[in-house]
């Protein structure tokens, strides 16, 4: 491959490692996602990712619960997520360190922005758990907090989708996919791919966001490759 890109965000929807059961781990699934996150690694790129947890709990839809509590219990979800996903790359021989923004010293690393770095340069793998750490913050806005402290090159947002569209192309045979847009259109259009707190930090420290579509995982190569797929999301010209 020939990598674009040195170091890449790559953020993971817990969606995606469910497979076609929708709820929870399917391990085969996430064999093939850490397959070609392993050839990256192998070609030098420096690799972080943050995972979200709706497979397994959404905060924001369960019901009367106290909404901190709800975070608190979707970051949990983030952490089983990025276990798994270290297991399945250290089967396949990728170096691997999960740090939660959450301290849970037993099971992984506390967050630490340098230590973070020394990691890519060591040239492992590392992935943030846990969200921000603070409740009313989506696994978005963590992504774009992370790529901004690594200074990543880019978001690689691996969807469900191939891109983003002017509206919901499973209802709407006609939705038209956009190849470009800018952080305001996010926001302006009420695009639903990247909460706007995301959108925004984006914006302010000019990360470029890369949307394209999880199910076939070989996207992830092709997208650090420089190929166009998906929706590009970056500065208006």
Partial sequence: ??????????????????????????FDTVLKICKEIKVCADAGVEIGIVVGGGNFWRGRTSGQMDRTRADHMGMLATTINALALAD?????????????AITMNQIAEPYIRNRAVRHFEKGRVV???????????????????????????????????????????KTNSRATRFKSLSYLDLVNRGLKIMDSTAATLCKDNSIPILVFNIDDPENIIRAINGEEIGTMVKEAN
């Fill in 88 to 100: 399945a790359l250290e089967q396949l021989d990728c170096v691997v360190r999960v740090q939660t």
């Fill in 1 to 26: 491959m020939q990598p674009v890109y040195k170091r890449v965000l790559l953020k993971l929807s817990g969606e995606a490692l469910a497979g076609n059961g929708k709820f929870g781990l399917d």
């Fill in 127 to 169: 992935i943030f758990a846990c969200g921000t750490g603070n409740p009313f913050f989506s696994t978005d806005t963590a992504a774009a907090l992370r790529a901004a402290e690594i200074e990543a090159d880019i978001i690689l947002k691996a969807s469900m989708v191939d891109g983003v569209y002017d509206s919901d192309p």
